[in-house]
């Protein structure tokens, strides 16, 4: 098989390693990532266990990077599109619809370039039906002799187990049109797949059921961590543990034990962005009830957050101003070092506005993506502004010298772990713990001296 063309850094590279008959090509406009990608140190530009193991056994064999998109296009067979898809910021449903405009910019650039036929997948998520956009800019523009065949192919990995989602999936997505020719390409995509993952894994379907498929996956994923949040303000003011609830929940096998960790709030690139396209979706259908419905899931994430911070500060005597908060985590889960929507992003903003001095610590975010993030979580204020404010420390111990309080907004391991008394004996007193991520031995910190606070237990001390 010729290469394939694709932007999906894990993805690609697992389907290197299982087929070794296949050229995979990513092609990025980027230069500086591609750079990253092809460094001899592996020093790749994302952090994803198991990633550069996979990368150094295939990279130059049958995984190539390269800024030169023509020539991966028109090399190709099949070609992921696999650009980003984030929310509007401004225009026709803004704050809620996906920018189509990667999508639609990639796809011109294929049938631009493109001298032979081609299979088309759409990776990146995008609203219901975006395949027929595609379908008909690809044919408005294709040379004579090129037919282009559209897949929809929706990528289930989360990050930080990635590698793992990819090598052994619940299940791998293709929609189809219901045509010869669009089984026929499905088919093509679906033998990529079967070198690893079992036939019955391999759902084939229609295409704007493999695009809907997406959205309602990730709104139901989180729409769980909702009720699981919105339960643990309940268990809060009454005495329940969070913990307890969601294990007798979980134990009932039509609920499931998954997803029902109470949390600071949930992040990530996918969630909220999935939701509030589904939300668009929704009212462009004259469906209000169901906006409203899946809008909620992101209101409660919200208000999830503001009563963490509002905690903090009812706890610490009704002020924080002045005072240091050592905040644990950055990333938007454990073993990522992507920040994207992460709760610790919007506490963060919540404690600059209380005045509070803030000591950032994070095992894998790099300095500068904190400082970016915080720039824009407040346009209105300086760099040097913030800065009077927060500091970034180089390790945990660091970052809780002195603090008053410590918040993990993130479940790194290594913050379980970390010298607890020796934490204890550099703090002011009282010493508060606040844990959003209900990952620390409560008794075992209260037994040091430490004042705990979890998310969805009452007050602990
Ligand atoms: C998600 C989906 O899981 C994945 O299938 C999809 O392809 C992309 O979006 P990801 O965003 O990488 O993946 O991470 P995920 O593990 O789903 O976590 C999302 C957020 O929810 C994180 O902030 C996480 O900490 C939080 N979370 C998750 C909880 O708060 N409680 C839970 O029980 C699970």
Redesign the pocket.
Known sequence: MAPVVVKSGPTCAVIALKCPNIKVTIVDLNQSRVDAWNSSDFALPIYEPGLVDIVKACRGRNLFFSTDVDKGIQEADLIFVSVNTPTKKSGVGAGFAADLNYVELATRRIAAVATTSKIVVEKS?VPCRTAESMRTILDANSKKGCDFQILSN?????????IN?LLSPDRVLIGSLQTPEGRDACESLANVYAHWVPKERILTVGLWSSELS?LA??AM??Q??SS??ALSAICEATGANIDEVAYAVGKDSRVGP??????????????QK?ILNLVYLSESLHLPEVAAYWKQVVQLNEYQKRRFSKRVVDTLFNTITGKKIAVLGFA???D?G?TR???AITLIKHFQEERARVVVYDPQVVESQIWMDLSEASPDISLDQIKKQVSIAPSALEACHNAEAIVIA??WKEFREINWELVYANMNKPAFVFDG?LLVDVEKLKQIGFKVMSIGRGDTY
Do not use: Q
């Open positions: 998520t929706p990528e289930f990995l989360a990050e930080g187990t990635a989602d997406k996956a990730n994923l989180a769980r961590i699981i949040n998954k997803f029902l960790k109470a949390s600071v709030g949930f992040g990530g690139s996918c969630f999935d938007f889960k454990a990522t992507d929507e992460s709760a993130t479940e991520r």
